[in-house]
């Protein structure tokens, strides 16, 4: 169907055009595109069909939802279309509760490590660095030596591109203390810091879309699976349906933290939710068999 350049995309709904639209982007990305989402939809597809001269919404919405010539186009688009918003040490009642954490697995005699995090959302990167540095200073405050990696994971492209570049502005350093500063940065212009060699080389950042990509944990069973602010743009089920899978890839003495009220009153399987209440996070229940070894 021709429109003329500039007429809005969600005028063509009644054809069903912007419903094929947000049922691909939420079977791929697992994000619902609710009314206030709309129409920031509507003009990004209106851009999109601008900036390629595009007159013909059928033939861009076939271009670009073909799963091999589109896959650029359609990785632009998620990258414009997600929100990305984050910070360093985001939600501190869980960065303290990470902390203690840490310190509680590392000491525990059974313990092997390292110890592996894994950030699912990361964005930018903010939320993976923020975990290096707690688990860091964790360990050091124990004086452990076993070692430690973060892996970040994003869907979007343009996000992990930022997180490896590890360089971060002026605003985006307000949440990170002066001490945290002189530690775990390096000035590297006016108003600008990037996260210190050391630290990067804990970091490890890929792209990786949780619905449709294998694991990219290439078997490794993960201590802390730490996931915010993602999931809240998935429905209800979906987001039970994920983290009954993130569990399996759970170290038996792992923990797998949400942002609070992800998942109010609800728990995976053969999981218990774990104090304190200002933090979203569980355990594995013990079993008899496996009492205290684990
Ligand atoms: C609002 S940000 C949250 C960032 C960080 N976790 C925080 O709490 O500050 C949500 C992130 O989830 C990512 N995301 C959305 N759907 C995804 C998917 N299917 N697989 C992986 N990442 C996804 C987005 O690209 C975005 O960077």
Redesign the pocket.
Known sequence: MAIKAGQALLESSEFGYFDIWKTAIEER???QITADREHALGLLLNRRMRELNLLDVDEYLTQALDVTRGAEEWSGLVDRL??????FF?HGPSFDYVAQWVKETITNPDFVGPLWVW?????TG??AYSLAITVDRAMRQVGSVKGFGIIG????NE?IFQARRGIYRGAKMNAVDESTRADYFDQVGAQLWRVKADLRRRVCFLT????ADKSPLIGRKIHLIYC???LI?FRRWKRRELVNQLTDHLDNRGCLML?LGELANWMPEGFARVAPRVVQAYTKVKTVEQGEAL
């Open positions: 990305t697992g994000v997600l929100v990305k918003e984050t910070s985001r950030s699912l959302g990361c964005s903010e939320e994971t994003d869907i979007s996000a990786s879309n949780i619905l915010q602010n993602m743009y942002g």
